[in-house]
């Protein structure tokens, strides 16, 4: 078969924007598009919306039992998707279904999910609204071919990988893929693929962690030299601030990579931060598109729109953080002390965020997206501590993040800011060693103020500047 020469782009569409018919003629316009500007789709979903928190609620039920209601509801779901697309039900869905109901009926058995399971039954949303979105596609006369993404993604080897991290967070490689790139241009019409999932060196099902669409859409585009990546969501685009928070915060026109993963680590949900690296190692230009409004350009990543002035981007917070205080009173010159302390957290699965130290204390924050931080954790962890130093555990603390460039030169204008912490504590202060961003840590009660008064006194006169929406 001859191969289709155009040039690849990745369009990544995540729960909201596959779950309506509306959607879904959006995204057939969009593709269209695409192939109007010469450009080989290469179309990526997620799972329905709130499909996977109801695949997480079957696994707890195979445990604790009830896991029938799930499997209904899951079908139900995916059955009055289907009519709503007039996409034939069981033909698209229901050897998956089945599949999934065996897979459940097993682990309720033996009352178990191993990682390897958990990993086979969470793949079924992804699975699943692909089958019912290329059928769609196709009836609507866009020629589209369904495509395995686990045949496309293999998980490196990781030895020392715990069996959480090896079946639910693997890595992939971001290398440019040639045969790869052979083996689908030898296909036909536009490629729909899934987001999150993969497939390890034995060929068995792994997940790229919650929230993983979007990395995958940057693994396609780095393995196949896309042309673009485009993550289209139910928001804009990328912004100074929630804009729940902050209802007159802008949308951020153009980033430049460190930028957006600064402002994806630090708090904002609109784009997954492991997603940036492929596509900075490749000179990708990512895109972040509305699918509900795909008339608004959005915000575009790139190596393009760098600048060395001195300007905050964005304010980020997260909530939920815990953070460790280590009292080290007569201990810090002794060699190898401080690799002792942090040598407690990953004992215990725990990964550090930030990190304050001084001659008398050590001070850390775990944020609990990457961390499962339950009370019987972290007293393990305080006992562990204990043999070294004084700890203190303290939480709920949220973190609100300045993000931008050459931060160090606009520290002067944060006192009128800091004014509403007259009379609260700030916990902890760290500053970035990239000049990127610097983070406050406060009680979470306390982090809409301290956002909403940064936002107010770094973005209330920035007028009609270009890089705002």
């Known amino acids: ?102 897979l459940a009926q097993g682990a309720s058995l033996v009352q178990e999910v191993s990682p390897r399971l958990h990993a086979r039954i969470m793949s079924a949303g992804e699975l699943l609204s692909t089958r019912i979105g290329a059928a769609f596609l196709n009836r609507f006369g866009v020629e589209t071919t369904w495509v395995d ?35 689908l241009a030898r296909t036909t019409g536009v490629l729909l693929t899934q987001g ?29 030299q896309a042309a673009r990546c485009e993550i ?41 931060p492991r997603c940036i690296a492929p596509v900075r ?40 953080m815990t953070m460790v205080s280590m009292d080290t009173v007569g201990m810090w010159q002794q060699v190898g002390f401080l690799a002792s302390l942090l040598a407690c957290f990953p004992k215990h699965g725990l990964s550090v965020d930030d990190i304050s130290t001084s001659q008398s204390n050590v001070t850390v924050t775990l944020d609990p997206a990457g961390n499962a931080l339950n009370p019987q954790v972290l007293e393990a962890l305080r006992q562990d501590l204990a043999e070294l130093c004084k700890p203190r555990i303290v939480g709920p603390c949220a973190s609100v993040s300045l993000v931008g460039r050459n931060i160090r030169s606009i520290l002067h204008k944060l006192g009128p800011a800091l004014e509403v912490f007259e009379e609260k504590l700030i916990h902890m202060v760290t500053q970035a060693a990239s000049d990127l961003n610097i983070t406050f840590v406060v009680d979470e009660a306390e982090a809409d103020r301290l956002v909403q008064r940064l936002h107010w006194l770094f973005f209330q006169n920035v007028g009609r500047d270009t890089q705002f929406g």
């Open 1 to 102: 078969m001859e191969q289709d020469s155009r040039r690849w782009v990745i369009l990544k569409f995540g729960g909201t924007s596959v779950s309506s018919r509306e959607r879904w003629e959006t995204i057939a316009g969009i593709v269209r598009e695409r192939e109007n500007e010469g450009l080989r789709p290469v179309v990526v979903c997620s799972a329905v919306s709130q499909v996977s928190n109801t695949l997480e609620d079957l696994i707890r039920k195979c445990v604790v039992g009830g896991h029938d209601g799930v499997m209904d509801r899951l079908e139900q779901r995916h059955r009055e998707h289907c009519a709503t697309l007039d996409v034939p039900f069981e033909e698209t869905c229901g050897e998956l279904l089945d599949r999934l109901r065996q």
């Open 149 to 183: 993404a686990r045949e496309c993604l293999e998980a490196l080897p990781e030895p020392t990988a715990s069996p959480e991290r090896a079946w639910l967070s693997a890595t992939i490689s971001d290398d440019a893929d040639p045969v790869l790139q052979k083996r």
């Open 196 to 224: 999150f999932i993969a497939q390890n060196a034995d060929g068995h099902t792994v997940l790229l962690g919650r929230g993983g669409s979007d990395t995958s859409a940057a693994l396609f585009a780095a393995r196949l």
């Open 232 to 272: 289209w969501t139910d928001v804009p685009g990328m912004y100074t601030a929630n804009p729940r928070q902050v209802p007159d915060a802008r949308m951020l026109r153009f980033l430049e990579y460190d930028e957006a993963q600064e402002i994806a680590s630090t708090g904002a949900k609109v784009l997954h």
């Open 281 to 320: 190692r490749h000179n990708i230009p990512l895109h972040i598109r509305c699918t509900p409004h795909p008339e608004i350009e959005g915000t575009v990543i790139s190596a393009d729109c760098s600048t060395t002035r001195a300007a905050v981007k964005a304010i980020s917070a997260r909530s939920g």
